[in-house]
């Protein structure tokens, strides 16, 4: 499946919350997209689980952060 | 966190009372110390003068304390995934003793009343050891650091530095009130206290804070992998060598660890300074450019610093006191706050599911750039008194009215946010 990307990196919060925010208002059940952030957004993860959306962080060499975020 | 209640992760992060009732006292703290300036205009004398001591103690105890402590509240958890147990309680009993002790210290300290000094002393161990065993167990509990960021780490080595800052300032209280007698030479116990205060707790915080602050609120590419896998624990090793050559008074290798720490200082100034010049930010906005003045008038005082080790005139640490306490740390802690307490305002609008309004509406730039620029003013002023003392009281009332002003522009984000929530 081609996931959709949200670049949220280089933003002064809380532009890169927002970013995600509106992309999670768009997600129909079963789809997921990638959130691509310069730092662990503890915040964000725990709304996450407080609403219920599945979320698996990774690390790229440039200290990116890559969440693939999914409604279930 | 269990599964069958999702939400207690979410209540993980501190309500915003508990940070918030630090940054709302801090300025207090601060206002009186001008106030201090205002009506004794011979402290800056020397750094001994009872009135001297009373100022730095309303500042490093009270203004900087307090913030900090509030925003390691909110830090702990959000960087280091380390949630407080009971965190609204904690930040109570924490903030009321810290509040009297400082307090209390002070007083002492101005007046020369020793039971004064000790009770002060007491309540803000009392209150330092309570939030340091809570650190400690958010810490411990907290699951393993992910990534490449040295934060999580260099927060403990601050805490270190905080628990030995604390220790030192009791035993230094009861010498002073009771005229204990030491193994060491007063003079020698008030250097340790006061450089593992600024260099080991102050420095390793505001660099820890630093690593991730400096590049999401200004927009600068971050800190060296290198330099920030190095500077807090080669700090601290330096800082323990300098404090063992203190007590077993080597004159060259305190000289020689000396130059080596005001290095390292101003290696951390340099490199934010380095990095704030790549920053992405189209125009550098009144927090930026307080940031990069505090980061100035770090280095101004380690030139001070420099020449206090090599002259005997009195002024010389008097004017790294004001550049290291006023200049760099309520610099930086003003232009950090002014992004912290917006956003966190906003973060708990948004988590609550509450329409947040526009950063911009929560706290507007024309206040802070007013304040920002008072608080250069107020610096300039307080370093030509220290050149020429019978100015002192216009750099203590300039003080006095930056952090009444400062405690009004955080007044309005907490307004803002009423409002906002009871819309």
Redesign the interface.
């Known amino acids: 499946m081609n996931t959709r990307t949200v670049d949220a990196r280089g933003l002064e919060p809380p532009e890169p919350f927002e970013r995600a925010m509106e992309a999670l208002a768009d997600l129909q059940a079963g789809e997921e997209f990638t959130l691509l952030i310069d730092r662990m957004p503890h915040p964000l993860l725990r709304m996450l689980d407080r609403d219920g959306y599945r979320h698996e962080a990774s690390f790229r060499d440039d200290g990116t952060v890559a969440i693939l975020i999914g409604r279930p | ?1 269990s599964s069958a209640n ?2 207690l ?2 209540e ?2 501190p309500p915003l009372s508990a940070p918030l009732r630090f940054f709302l006292t801090a300025p207090l703290f601060g206002l009186v110390a001008g106030l201090v300036l205002l009506f004794d205009g011979d402290l800056l004398a020397s750094r001994w003068t009872p009135g001297a001591l009373a100022v730095v103690h309303l500042f490093a105890a009270g203004f900087m304390l307090h913030v900090m402590l509030g925003a390691l509240l909110q830090i702990l ?3 280091a ?1 380390a949630a407080f147990p009971a965190p609204l309680r904690i930040a109570g009993v924490t903030h009321v003793l810290l509040g009297l002790g400082a307090a209390g210290l002070a007083f002492g300290l101005g007046s020369g009343t020793p039971s004064a000094i000790i009770a002060g002393a007491v309540l803000l161990a009392a209150g330092l050891g309570l939030f340091l065993a809570a650190s400690l167990l958010g810490l411990a509990r907290a699951a393993p650091a ?4 040295r934060t999580p780490r260099d927060l403990r080595l601050a805490l270190g530095a905080l628990a030995l800052t604390t220790v030192l300032g009791v035993v230094l209280a009861v010498a002073l009130g009771r005229g204990l007698a030491l193994p060491v030479a007063l003079p020698t116990l008030v250097d340790l206290h006061a450089v593992w205060a600024w260099m080991g707790w102050g420095g390793l915080l505001l660099a820890a804070t630093s690593w ?1 602050v400096v ?3 200004q ?1 600068t590419p ?1 800190y060296p ?1 290198g330099f920030t896998r190095f500077w807090a624990p080669a700090t601290l090793v330096v800082l323990v060598s300098w404090s063992a050559s203190l007590v077993a008074d080597i004159g060259w290798l305190k000289l020689v660890l000396s130059a080596l720490l005001l290095a390292l200082a101003s290696g951390f100034a340099l490199q934010t300074i380095k990095l704030q010049r790549n920053s ?2 189209s125009t550098p906005d009144a927090p930026f450019r307080a940031f990069r003045l505090s980061m100035l008038a770090l280095l101004g005082s380690l030139v001070a610093l420099l020449v206090s080790l090599v002259s005997d005139a009195p002024q010389w640490p008097i004017l790294a006191g004001v550049l290291v306490l006023h200049g760099t740390f309520a610099g930086a802690i003003s232009a950090m706050l002014y ?1 912290i307490v917006p ?1 966190l305002t ?2 708990h609008l ?2 609550a599911r509450i329409r ?1 309004p526009n ?1 911009k509406k929560l706290l507007p730039d024309a206040p802070v750039r007013k304040q920002l620029r008072l608080h250069a003013a107020a610096l300039a002023a307080l370093i030509v008194a220290v050149l020429l003392p019978v100015t002192t009281p216009l750099a203590g009332l300039l003080v006095a009215v930056e952090f009444g002003w400062l405690l009004a522009n955080l007044l309005r984000a907490v307004r803002a946010w009423h409002q906002a929530a009871n819309a």
Not at chain 2, 146 to 149: E, F, I, Y
């Open positions: 966190m999702p939400g992760a979410y993980d992060t958890p959000v960087v995934g992910q990534g490449a960021s991730v590049p999401m609120f927009i971050a992998a992405r930010r992004k956003f906003w973060l948004t988590q947040a950063m």
